[in-house]
């Protein structure tokens, strides 16, 4: 859940886009500290958009310098509740940061360039246990946000099946997960198995079932495949950079 800031909730597409690229770099440079580029057009192809469309005050460059103020102002938080005890967890997207760029001159080469530092437990989150998603997938559905969504979440519960056996998971546990802005259950599952459709046409070894109820998973090969583990080298220093520039 993403609480509200100053700047008021992150919502769309590209605030996940943004998600997607600081993990992939957190995982990638091992530091809380990322460097945004020294210009908003190189940051908008880092994420898949295309700088040249749309300059006005609805064009991506815009948007996107509004909806990173939003996320990195943003709060994520993650409760558990039972009858005999309640937990929260709080983490700050970003500690503090710099953004230099001007939406109206995206091309613009700033001076000092921008940067963030991720906050502490966002880090350690985001890098634990990471999962391999494939960028090319993300950015063919980056105009879907419900399909960027169910990429991720399929993509995390297939692949942490391992071997084990199928689970069926119901819909509304999933719309627990991914459906909070729709008006009920049966508004939720319309949409998510057109995104479901989506998501199958790029990823189709993806093994998702539509059963009666919701859905069953089956353990699934990821597109991205596994890189060799040079002998001699010290798994427990570099375990955090394995698929680096692949996995967000």
């Given at each position: 859940?993403?609480?509200?800031?100053?700047?008021?909730?992150?919502?769309?597409?590209?605030?996940?886009?943004?998600?997607?690229?600081?993990?992939?770099?957190?995982?990638?440079?091992?530091?809380?500290?990322?460097?945004?580029?020294?210009?908003?057009?190189?940051?908008?192809?880092?994420?898949?958009?295309?700088?040249?469309?749309?300059?006005?005050?609805?064009?991506?460059?815009?948007?996107?310098?509004?909806?990173?103020?939003?996320?990195?102002?943003?709060?994520?938080?993650?409760?558990?509740?039972?009858?005999?005890?309640?937990?929260?967890?709080?983490?700050?997207?970003?500690?503090?940061?710099?953004?230099?760029?001007?939406?109206?001159?995206?091309?613009?080469?700033?001076?000092?360039?921008?940067?963030?530092?991720?906050?502490?437990?966002?880090?350690?989150?985001?890098?634990?246990?990471?999962?391999?998603?494939?960028?090319?997938?993300?950015?063919?559905?980056?105009?879907?946000?419900?399909?960027?969504?169910?990429?991720?979440?399929?993509?995390?519960?297939?692949f942490t099946l391992g071997q084990g056996k199928p689970?069926?998971?119901?819909?509304?546990?999933?719309?627990l997960q991914l459906g909070s802005h729709y008006s009920?259950?049966?508004?939720?599952?319309?949409?998510?198995?057109?995104?479901?459709?989506?998501?199958?046409?790029?990823?189709?070894?993806?093994?998702?079932?539509?059963?009666?109820?919701?859905?069953?998973?089956?353990?699934?090969?990821s597109l991205i495949a596994p890189r060799p583990v040079?002998?001699?080298?010290?798994?427990?220093?570099?375990?955090?950079?394995?698929?680096?520039?692949?996995?967000?």
């Amino acid at each position: 859940m993403l609480l509200d800031a100053a700047h008021g909730y992150p919502y769309g597409t590209l605030p996940r886009l943004i998600l997607f690229w600081i993990t992939k770099e957190a995982l990638r440079t091992g530091n809380r500290h990322l460097e945004l580029g020294s210009t908003l057009s190189s940051f908008l192809r880092e994420i898949g958009l295309d700088p040249s469309t749309g300059r006005g005050k609805r064009g991506d460059a815009k948007r996107l310098r509004e909806q990173m103020e939003r996320l990195f102002s943003a709060t994520i938080s993650f409760e558990y509740t039972t009858e005999q005890v309640k937990r929260w967890l709080n983490m700050n997207v970003t500690s503090n940061g710099e953004l230099w760029w001007d939406p109206r001159q995206p091309d613009q080469c700033d001076l000092w360039g921008s940067w963030i530092d991720l906050g502490a437990e966002f880090f350690e989150a985001i890098t634990k246990y990471p999962v391999p998603l494939d960028m090319r997938t993300i950015r063919a559905l980056k105009k879907s946000p419900l399909a960027l969504d169910f990429y991720a979440w399929l993509a995390y519960r297939t692949f942490t099946l391992g071997q084990g056996k199928p689970v069926t998971v119901s819909w509304a546990q999933i719309n627990l997960q991914l459906g909070s802005h729709y008006s009920g259950l049966n508004d939720f599952v319309k949409y998510a198995k057109y995104a479901l459709r989506k998501v199958l046409a790029i990823y189709p070894r993806l093994r998702v079932e539509v059963v009666y109820g919701g859905l069953r998973l089956s353990p699934s090969t990821s597109l991205i495949a596994p890189r060799p583990v040079t002998p001699g080298i010290n798994l427990s220093s570099t375990s955090t950079r394995k698929h680096a520039e692949q996995k967000t």
